[in-house]
């Protein structure tokens, strides 16, 4: 199965967080705090990314290969920006979403076709496409390929919706 190499997989991580941090080219601080009319700001779109504060998303990874079907409970729609987090700068938040996905990234690459394909219970996919019972691989391009592909997209939108182009120089 073509999506269980992990260097394959850790290559689209790295790949989806440079295109994520393209989106956020043109951010300052003062924009980036701003929101529109009940939407996250770009700051706690990051935030988001990065996963619950002071823990991530890679022990969520690591869960799938140091248990048997470890149960994953993922909140969506959890911006975690409480505490150190909302004091943060724009280059604070963007350096935990570089080092959190770099770490991913090197995780995954380094793991087997076999521990690739150890399963965990997220109850919260039961309706998608994944099923609520993914393997690490799909897990994996989940989070980077449909999630962070998904706020790049948000990204772009609240930035027009600030009335901020969108659109890079240089």
């Not at 990051?46 to 470890?70: M, N, R, Y």
Request: with cysteine; hydrophobic share 35%; glycine share 10%.
């Amino acid at each position: 199965m073509p999506d269980q190499d992990g260097k394959k997989i850790a290559q689209g991580i790295r790949t989806k967080r440079a295109e994520f941090r393209k989106s956020c080219e043109g951010l300052d601080e003062e924009n980036s705090s701003r929101a529109p009319e009940g939407r996250w700001s770009p700051r706690q779109i990051i935030s988001h990314l990065c996963g619950p504060e002071g823990i991530g998303l890679v022990p969520t990874l690591k869960a799938f290969v140091e248990q048997d079907t470890p149960e994953i409970d993922v909140k969506a729609e959890d911006p975690y920006w409480s505490g150190k987090r909302s004091s943060m700068s724009l280059a604070g938040l963007l350096a935990e979403f570089d080092l959190e996905y770099s770490r991913m990234a090197d995780f995954i690459e380094g793991l087997s076709e076999e521990q690739l394909s150890r399963k965990a219970h997220i109850p919260m996919l039961k309706d998608s496409p994944l099923g609520e019972y993914p393997t690490l691989a799909q897990w994996a391009i989940g989070l980077s390929d449909y999630h962070i592909g998904f706020h790049v997209d948000h990204m772009r939108e609240i930035q027009q919706a600030l009335g901020l182009s969108g659109k890079k120089t240089g």
